[in-house]
């Protein structure tokens, strides 16, 4: 079977406008970059994975590219290699003390995830932690959101990691030395800034031609979206439940709890009650949500709105990389239920959400994005992040009484899940046992939660801002328990009639009533055996 790449040719030499929209909208205290830790049965040393690494660069380029901002905002800044590359730079050893526990070296993993990447550097680190019980290595992963969404970042993974022991070794005549090239200067870089824009106006023009030709499908495609966009912007201007981690912004600060689960138990609910696994999931963690509130003493005020990402990517765009994702926004109950009854009414919803199409439109919306100017969304967006770096900073220091309030929330958390390998995955001859994913927080925003398959189990990610959420680990329980409910319901309702206890039926008792003392006692029946 031959390697899998990421060839220069396929992948984009300038960020789209929803790349760039994760550049300009990074803050401090929101930085932009997606994640991971992979947990591995034994030990890999330093030396085995900077081998590792080395021997893959050739089939990911972008690994060796740093981003080259063109002047004055023109257009999107564009990929560059870097001449001053070093693999050291961005795959980092880190020797815990010997037994370092689960909960400290993710401790000190998130010390690391929360601050934003060097921009000067292609964007993305390798942290391998070594020390931890069991001897054991763990490895943090993380890649900026302009490089990947979730289910490029997977196809990434897949070509980093190995699905052998003992791969093949690449054909060293096949393997070209990497030269980079010159980093552009200012006027090539606004002249390239200036041609694109133009080539994009070119590109827009011919699409619009393309349409007139068939006028009438596109005015009732445009009819249809703008029915189901208003839909949805009607639906977004209505309130939504306060929560705690909608209650506050974001700081650095980050923490989190994880969840195994396993795809069989969630194939038996979806056979036993019908919907998806994604229903499934969006049930699980909205009714751990509902308990939450309710332990916390928190009385719903409307309904939980879930953001969770759609992926919309064409089969002929896998191996490009970059973003390709539209959203869409289940608004369910707050209030604990049956989670039987909340799977109903989540597969109820999404399916409102299908039959009216709002990612599709959504996507042909956000596809649009490309004619705004790159100056103006780059402004905007500073000015946003700046004032929310202040008002973050203000915080820390203002009595109770005088901090700025957070902004009502669009939605109350991130839900993603993302489809990851379902055999086990190698590094330098070594399988991953585990693998959880990381997410950005940030604005108002204080709890997400990334769901990955791999390996035949789903891993649920609950990721939090501790001073907005400090229990990630209350949560985890509450979703754990839901998805134990609903297994257990699976359970007793495939159980044939056949192999149900039989009914045991007592002889009628047709002797003297026993006396009435007997007779008020709940045991009254079984005296009244004893006694015939």
């Known amino acids: 079977m031959s390697e899998k790449s990421f060839p220069i040719e396929k992948l ?30 034994d030990e890999i040393t330093y030396p085995e994975l ?30 560059e290699d870097d001449p001053d590359f070093k693999i050291e730079n961005h795959v980092k050893l880190h020797q815990l003390p010997a037994d370092t526990s689960e909960a400290q070296l993710i401790e000190a993993g998130l010390a690391i995830f929360r601050k934003p990447l060097d921009r000067k550097r292609p964007l993305w680190e390798v942290h391998l932690f070594n020390g931890s019980k069991g001897n054991r290595s763990v490895i943090m992963w993380s890649i900026h959101h302009c490089l990947v969404d979730g289910v490029s970042g997977m196809e990434l993974l897949n070509v980093v990691m190995d699905f052998r022991a003992d791969p093949p070794p690449a054909t060293e005549s096949k393997v070209e030395p990497w030269s980079p090239k010159p980093l552009p200067g200012r006027l090539r870089q606004m002249i390239g800034a200036t041609l694109d824009r133009a080539q994009e106006q070119v590109d827009s023009m011919r699409r619009l031609s393309q349409t007139a030709s068939n006028f009438g499908s596109f005015v009732k495609e445009l009819g249809s979206d703008a029915g189901t966009l208003a839909g949805l912007a009607g639906r977004m201007m ?15 600060e980050r923490t989190l709890a994880w969840l195994r689960t396993s795809f069989a138990d969630l194939r038996a609910i979806r056979g036993a009650f019908g919907g998806t696994v994604n229903d499934i999931v969006l ?92 100056a103006f969304a780059a402004m905007l967006a500073g000015i946003a992040t700046a004032a929310m770096d202040t008002a973050v900073s203000l915080q820390r220091i203002l009595p109770s009484w005088a901090k700025p309030a957070a902004p009502p929330p669009a939605i109350n958390f991130i839900a993603t899940n993302v489809p990851g390998s379902q055999v086990p995955l190698y590094l330098a001859g070594h399988r991953m046992v585990d693998y959880i994913g990381l997410l950005p927080l940030g604005a108002n925003l204080g709890f997400g939660v990334p769901i990955v398959g791999y390996n035949q189990d789903l891993y649920f990610t609950m990721m939090a801002e501790p001073n907005l959420m400090p229990d990630p680990d209350r949560m985890k329980s509450l979703v754990e328990e839901v998805f134990n409910e609903l297994k257990q319901a699976a359970i007793a309702k495939s159980v044939p009639a056949a192999v149900q206890p039989p009914r045991v039926e007592l002889p009628k008792y047709t002797g003297t009533p026993p006396p009435a003392s007997i007779k008020d006692s709940p045991h009254a029946g079984v005296a009244a055996l004893r006694a015939h």
């Open 12 to 41: 984009s030499h300038r960020l789209t406008s929803q790349d760039s929209s994760f550049i300009y909208g990074e803050s401090r205290n929101g930085p932009l970059h997606v994640g991971s830790f992979s947990f591995f049965e």
């Open 50 to 79: 900077i081998r590792h690494f080395e021997s893959k660069l050739h089939l990911i380029p972008r690994y060796r590219q740093r981003l080259a901002p063109v002047p004055f905002n023109l257009n999107h800044a564009t990929f």
């Open 238 to 252: 209505l309130p939504i439940t306060p929560t705690p981690w909608n209650a506050g912004l974001v700081s650095q």
């Open 283 to 374: 049930t699980m963690l909205s009714e751990g949500a509902a308990r939450y509130l309710r332990d916390h003493g928190e009385k719903p005020g409307g309904p939980f709105r879930i953001g969770c990402p759609v992926n919309v990517r064409r089969d002929d765009e896998s191996g490009s990389l970059g973003n390709r994702v539209s959203m869409m926004f289940p608004e369910l109950p707050a209030e604990p239920m049956d989670p039987v009854v909340r799977l109903k009414l989540v597969a109820a919803e999404t399916q409102r959400i299908k039959e009216a199409g709002e990612a599709q439109a959504l996507e042909r919306l956000m596809s649009n994005g490309a004619s705004v100017s790159p």
